[in-house]
């Protein structure tokens, strides 16, 4: 057989491996048996202060530029956040807490009482009136809230991304209340809903019932929906937009082809088109609607107690009655943070789940 069609050459019989590599193998074992270590071991992983000196070193001006923003989070965020979980613990209020009156200085006198104010809160007495009714009222606000901004933006996206004649100045409009500040936009809602407000002017004019907006339990919940909704919208309609602009056009022309009609379009490929970006701004507005602060305070104030939702009773315990009760207002920051974070995590597992099954 010949050697140059691609055979293995046979090993000559005089082959004798190299001196200078046996001495090296010879002393490999040797270190291996000193050490206790086997040949292909992994070297053991470095302490945590070694791997962050050895970090510091290697990327020093990363933690440089990050520096000032970690302090300023320390400070607004982790501080304000530490001390509310201590006074959770405390029966803190306005009446034994430290203070001055004057030129006299009042020692604190509040004492810890463990997780008293969550028992109290949650299975209390009271605990239906001053949280359970309080909680489902927040979440129906979230989830009506929610669906509306995502379902009127969907709509205005979707008519906004056709070629119609003026579609910029459209654009503009429809994004002003989003751009006004949120208490000029809620103000103004509250003159409108007023008894004498145009909003009731024009019912009457019309021979309709003029609803107590600001006043009647169930309106009062009506007119805060309607305002968030108002504020809320063009943020959906924004992202949305974007989010369509960024489907492949021939996805929709091979549909055409395909004979697809406008709802199988919409179906099969907007909407797919759209998932990632619809699973972010739909944990952002349940976020932000779930903690909508200026919108409830705004619209009534301290007044209207069974359309406060969860973050706005929480400040009326805490600011808004004599005594404050700064323990317990504390406690429903806490919880409220607690709600977010278990909502959130179960939300993004059941969006990789379902990710995992379109993959499959």
Known sequence: MGEGCGGHRPVPSHFTVPQNFQKVSNMTVAIDRATGRRRGDRAPRP??????????????????????????????????????????????????????????H?????????????????????????????????????????????????GLALLLNQKLRGRTLYRLILILPWAVPTFVTVFGWRFMLADGGIINLALDALHLPTPDWLEDTFWQRFAAIMVNTWCGVPFMMVSLLGGLQSIDASLYEASEMDGATAWQRFRYVTLPGLRSVSSTVVLLGIIWTFNQFAVIFLLFGNTGPDAQILVTWAYYLGFGQQPRDFAQ?????????????????????WLNRNDQQLAI
């Open 47 to 104: 302490g945590l202060g070694q791997r962050f000196r050895h970090s510091y070193q290697k990327y020093w001006y990363a933690y440089a530029m990050i520096a000032p923003v970690v302090v300023v989070l320390g400070v607004l965020v982790l501080y304000p956040l530490v001390y509310g979980l201590y006074l959770t613990l405390t029966d803190a209020n306005s009446l034994n807490t430290a203070r001055t009156i004057g030129v006299n």
């Open 106 to 154: 009042i020692d604190a006198t509040y004492k810890f009482i463990g997780l008293d104010n969550y028992k109290d809160i949650l299975w209390g007495p009271t605990a239906y009136d001053r949280f359970w009714s309080h909680f489902i009222w927040t979440i129906v606000w979230t989830a009506l809230c929610v669906a509306l901004h995502y379902t009127i933006g969907l």
């Open 329 to 349: 207002s504390a406690a429903y920051g806490i919880l409220l943070l607690a709600i977010l974070i278990v909502f959130t995590s179960f939300y993004r597992r």
